[in-house]
Each structure stands twice: as C-alpha cells, then as structure tokens.
C-alpha cells in the first residue's frame, strides 16, 4: 500500500484505500483573519460578523465520532481529513490513535483546496465509494450559497476570492467518481448585510470543475445535502460546545436517525427525520427558531450504530400533577432504562431521557398522600424520537 499520510489534512487512513469505502472531509472554521477580532481586523467587509466558538470544537467532535463510532460495512472508513480554523490551534487525537497527534491545517482556500484534491484522488477508485463532506463556519445566501474560510476578506480588489460557492461544488462533486455523496453544512443561509451586495453576482470557488460523464458508463452520483437551518436564516452555536446542528447530528448517528428497512442502518432520509426533530427541540429549549433542510435528497445508508438509543419525551395530561410526583421509571425488559426523582426545586413541565429502541411500561409514582395516582402504561419508543403524554387519575391510591 503506498501511503497518502504526507497529505497535511489527513488524519486517518484506512488498511485497503483501494477497495470500496468511505472518504471523510470535515471543516470547522472558527478564526477568521479579517472579521471582527481577527488577526487583521478589516471592518468595512466584515458587515458585524465576528470569530466563532461552535465550528472547530463540532468538527473535532465529528471526527472522534466517525473515527471510533461509524460502522458500514459496504464502505467501511478508509479516510479522514480534517481542517480547523482555531485561535488556539491544539492537536487533534482520538481514542485508540497510535500515530502522533498533529494540529490540523487551518482551512485557508489554499489548504482547503489541497485537502479536496487529496480527498477526491481517494475517493476517485471506485464509484462503489461514500464520501462525507462537512463545513462548520459562516455562510451567507444569495444568488449563489457562499461558505466563508479563513482568509474570507483576503483580496482588496475581491474578498470573495476565498469563499466556497457551494452550488458550483455540488455540481461539480455530482460528476466525480464516488457515487453516494453526503454533505453536512453547518453555517447560516442568511441574506442580511454582506450577501445583500452579492444579488445577481456570481462569486466564491467551485473546488470542482464538473466533467462530461458521458462515455465513462458511470451514472451521476448520488447526493444527500442537509443544511442546519432553511434558505434566509440563522444556524445557531453555542459558546462552551457543538452548534445546535453537530449536537443533533451526533445523536441521529448514533441511532436517532436509523430505519428499520435498512437494517437499523442511519440512513440519509432517517437524518433528515432525526435533524428536523433534534434542531427544532434543542432551538426551542435556547428559545430562538431553527430548522434545519435538505436538498438533493437522494437515498442511500450511512452507517449502522452499535446500538439504537432514542430521545423519549414524557408529560402528563394533567399538568399540575408534577408538583406531587416522586418519581417516573421507563422499563424495558432488561431492566430499567431510564428513571426520574422528582426535585421540587427544579420543577419541570416535561421528562426527556435516551432509552434503547423497544417497548417500555413507563409509570409515574405520587408522593404519599397525593391526590393522583398511575397504572403503567407501554410506549413503544422508535426513532427519531418518541413523544407520549402520560394519563393521570385523579384520587390517592387506595
């Protein structure tokens, strides 16, 4: 096998980079030299936009996961890249690594553009392979969708030059080799301030010229693009973790997103399920609106986790009746998966836990002398999430 290691983006490689699997290409941008706060602060291009604290730290997160958690066994792993834009640049290692850890390049256009040559020049043996694209960072939405890099402001005379046109990118991967392509686009699609100027102008790179399939017997690949929120709006991060759309991705893969004919295989329109119902939950407790979308929805699977765990939400039709509980159990025929002590002085309006995919008895136990009382009722939790409202009776319990 003759390695590709000397690849500055490449983290991981695979024993059979010949054979049929799965490239992977994470970005997560953080530092930005030209916004406000960056290392050459330019603020007449910068339009309020500023660093960021979600992206490096939802890429690095990613990466752990498919290196130790992504299990396919059609197009197992056989690489990895990865690029972070960081203030303080730290190195990425994983659990079960034996190679040295190594900072990650940072994701300038140049170095950007070098990881995708490296990661389509894999990819491109077999139109059997998967590959994952992923980008955390800012984006804009105009005539064309604009994925900001590091060194987006660069050029005086075009501060474009160092954006991704992401339209010109998918039509352009949808002409390579790999056949099932699935892209992740973790960053705003708003239209307010910069992406104004950009009405009717065609700017940023492709990454990809498209090629005439025609002759090549290959087919056009096979594309799943999910965006963390809806053309004309915000994608949300947090300031100490992964945006709202890596923490929902991380629980899809890891089971919310699995269909049942698949296998239990997380397949691309089980994502779409699980994101929509994740995002929208997890905005909702930050009190703001996102909802993420999908477009070139085609279907394929992505991998099958080692188990299926899934987010159960309980209330009660009676909503006073929290203030006399004592406690809630959910239990499988294992034992019990999850289990609630009621704390008066955090009261809540709703019991959410991660229970395996499979029939519960849930029941709801009232402190003694409590004028309301349960008889166990069976929920069947299945993916992406299940939702159940508990029915209560008034009266103690005799």
Known sequence: MVSTMTDAALVFEGPAPDGPGTHVLLIGVSAYDHLMGGTDEKPDLANDMGQLASPAKSARALAEWFLTEFENADTPLQSLSLLISDPSPTPFSFPGN???????????????????????????????????????GHGVSSSDPLLFLQDFGARSFDKYATSVNLEDFLGGMRTMVPGKQLFLIDACRTTEKTS???????????????????????????????????????????????????????????????QPHLQWHVGTSGLEQALGAY????????????????????????SKPAKVDVPLHISLDRAEAWGHLDNMKARCAT????????????????WSCVVPLREHMVAAAFKQGAAYNHAAEVVMVAPPETVYTLTIQAGAVP
Do not use: C
């Open 98 to 136: 034996l190679s040295k850890p190594k900072v990650p390049p940072t994701a300038t256009i140049g170095s950007v553009t070098a990881a995708i040559d490296g990661w389509l020049g894999r990819s491109a043996k077999s139109p059997d392979n998967m590959v994952v694209f992923f980008f955390a």
């Open 335 to 350: 034992g019990i998966s999850a289990s609630l002590t009621h704390d008066p002085a955090n009261p809540i309006e709703e």
């Open 279 to 302: 995002v929208s939950r997890a905005a909702q407790k930050h009190s703001v609106i996102q909802v993420p979308e999908r477009s070139r929805g085609q279907f394929f699977k992505i």
């Open 196 to 258: 104004v100027e950009l009405a009717g102008e065609h700017r940023g790179v492709g990454l990809v010229s498209a090629v005439d399939p025609t002759g090549t017997g290959r087919k056009l690949a096979l594309q799943s693009v999910h965006h963390a929120s809806t053309e004309f709006a915000v994608a949300y991060g947090t300031t100490d973790g992964v945006s709202l759309f890596t923490e929902a991705l991380l629980r899809a893969l890891r089971g919310g997103g699995a």
